[in-house]
C-alpha cells in the first residue's frame, strides 16, 4: 500500500533550534508539494518541486525556511532559527503526471516551538 | 478576499442523513479536490474533479464549472463520516498553485 511518509510526527523545541523535517514520497511520482495548517490559516502551500527541481516556492519565508530534494525518494523542509509562529503542522503530498493528478498526503508533521 | 469559500463551516447531524457541503470559488481553475482531514489525523484525497459528477462509495461530488461552484455530498451518513472536509482549487494557468477553503467540520450523531 503506496504512502507517503513523513517523520517526525511530532515535534516540540524551543525557539532558536533547527528543525528538519522529512518526506518520502510515493515511488514513481514527479512532484512533492510542501503545505502548513495552522487554525488561523488553514493549509498553505510553502514549496513545491517537479522532477527534484524546486519550481515554486513563494509561499515560504526565505530568512528561515529551505526546502530540498536531495533525491527522488526524499525531500527536506528546514527551519533555522525556529521561531512559536512556526508551530503548525506540516504536510508534504505527493503526485504523479507533474502534479495534475490526485494528491496523496503525508500524516502530518505536529510542530510545537516554545 | 478568499478565492475558495465553504458553507456551512460546521454541521451536525443525525446519523442517516443525507449531507451537502457547498464550495464556491472566484478564480479560474483546472481541478477541484475534496479533502477529508480526521481529527489528529492526515488528509485524504476524496475526489478530483474538472468536471461533471463523480460517486465513491456514499460519496457523490459535483462541480458546475460555469457557475464555480462543487458540491460534496454524503448519502446515509455515519459517525465516521465526522471530519473536516476540505475544498481546493488548482489555479489554471501554471497547474501549480492551490487555494484551500477554510473546510467544513461535520459532526455526524449516532
Known amino acids: 500500500d503506496a504512502r507517503v511518509t513523513q517523520t517526525p510526527r511530532h515535534k516540540v523545541t524551543e525557539m532558536g533550534q533547527e528543525v528538519t523535517m522529512r518526506c518520502q514520497p510515493i515511488l514513481g511520482h514527479n512532484t512533492v508539494f510542501w503545505y502548513r495548517q495552522t487554525m488561523m490559516q488553514g493549509l498553505e502551500l510553502l514549496a513545491y518541486?517537479?522532477?527534484?527541481?524546486?519550481?515554486?516556492d513563494s509561499g515560504m519565508p526565505k530568512d528561515r525556511f529551505s526546502a530540498e530534494m536531495p533525491d527522488a525518494t526524499l525531500a527536506t523542509l528546514k527551519i533555522q532559527p525556529s521561531e512559536p509562529r512556526d508551530s503548525a503542522v506540516y504536510f508534504c503530498?505527493?503526485?504523479?503526471?507533474?502534479?495534475?493528478?490526485?494528491?496523496?498526503f503525508g500524516e502530518g508533521s505536529r510542530l510545537t516551538v516554545l | 478576499k478568499n478565492e475558495v469559500e465553504q458553507s456551512p463551516q460546521n454541521l451536525t447531524a443525525q446519523e442517516g442523513e443525507f449531507i451537502t457541503i457547498n464550495c464556491s470559488y472566484s478564480v479560474g481553475i483546472s481541478a477541484l479536490h475534496w479533502l477529508q482531514q480526521h481529527p489528529g489525523g492526515g488528509i485524504v484525497s476524496l475526489f478530483m474533479l474538472s468536471s461533471g459528477k463523480k460517486k465513491h462509495g456514499r460519496l457523490i461530488a459535483t462541480i458546475n464549472i460555469q457557475e464555480k461552484h462543487s458540491s460534496l455530498h454524503i448519502t446515509a451518513s455515519h459517525p465516521r463520516d465526522s471530519a473536516v472536509y476540505i475544498c481546493a482549487v488548482r489555479l489554471g494557468n501554471t497547474g501549480n498553485q492551490f487555494y484551500f477553503g477554510t473546510g467544513t467540520s461535520l459532526t455526524v450523531i449516532p
Open positions: 518541486f517537479r522532477n527534484r527541481a524546486p519550481l515554486d
Open positions: 503530498a505527493s503526485g504523479p503526471r507533474g502534479g495534475a493528478g490526485e494528491l496523496f
